[in-house]
């Protein structure tokens, strides 16, 4: 299972760029790159997938080097709901893959 | 509407006094997975199941038990709660392996006392 790292905590004010970096040395040829979003007492919520180059969609956009060893995810023109803790997974779809590792997250407070 | 439910959604017990929280899934979805959330610890897994009867170990499975006998459904069992075992409970599930997106119900509450 690839491991990922992540800042545990950063901090932005409303309007600006914000990109959280998360690096995967070990991840495996066939492993996706998963980022979610959680809330206070809420459970994660999907936000963005990608296996390679950039992949964009209604809130976010993720960068993914050609290596894959790292990846990026940002949220343009944050706003104080955007407050919450970011996850970055890496998992397999082809295979049977199972164990997921979450681990602590990014921690993102916007303030005004 | 697309859902995972748990329950209860909060539960108070004591030491010993064995309690199962119901995880139920509307989308067909293959896989099922239980995840404790503590503060400063993140999400860690506790069970998953890839199919109906294939269950496996996560991270932290000491202490928890789980089956999967329809595919709608994976209980999470705690034949002998103690109170390490308090924290937020989240059920989630998706289309096949882990990869996919993954689907979380709203969370248990559980506190053991």
């Known amino acids: 299972l690839a491991k990922t790292t992540q800042p545990i905590s950063m901090d932005s004010y409303e309007g600006q760029e914000v990109n959280i970096t998360c690096s995967h040395n070990n991840i495996a040829t066939n492993d996706y790159i998963t980022w979610y979003q959680q809330f206070p007492s809420q459970g994660p919520r999907f936000i963005i997938q990608g296996y390679k180059t950039k992949v964009t969609n209604e809130v976010a956009s993720l960068f993914i080097p050609a290596d894959r060893k790292s990846s990026t995810l940002s949220l343009p023109r944050v706003s104080l709901s955007d407050t919450a803790v970011y996850y970055c997974?890496?998992?397999?779809?082809?295979?049977?893959?199972?164990?997921?590792?979450f681990g602590k997250g990014t921690k993102l407070s916007v303030k005004p | 509407e697309a859902q995972v439910t748990q329950n209860p959604r909060y539960l108070i017990t004591v030491t010993g006094k064995k309690l199962t929280v119901t995880c139920s899934q509307n989308?067909?979805?293959?896989?099922m997975s239980w995840y404790r959330q503590d503060p400063g610890l993140g999400l860690r897994q506790i069970y998953y199941s890839m199919n109906v009867e294939v269950t496996d170990k996560g991270d932290v499975p000491e202490g928890y038990k789980v089956s999967r006998k329809e595919k709608r459904n994976f209980p999470l069992i705690l034949e002998s709660p103690s109170p390490n075992q308090t924290s937020l409970y989240f059920c989630?599930?998706?289309?096949?392996?882990?990869?996919?997106?993954?689907?979380f119900g709203p969370g248990t509450r559980l506190t053991v006392t």
């Open positions: 997974l890496v998992g397999d779809l082809t295979g049977s893959q199972g164990n997921l590792i």
């Open positions: 989308m067909n979805h293959e896989y």
């Open positions: 989630a599930s998706s289309l096949s392996q882990g990869g996919y997106e993954q689907y």
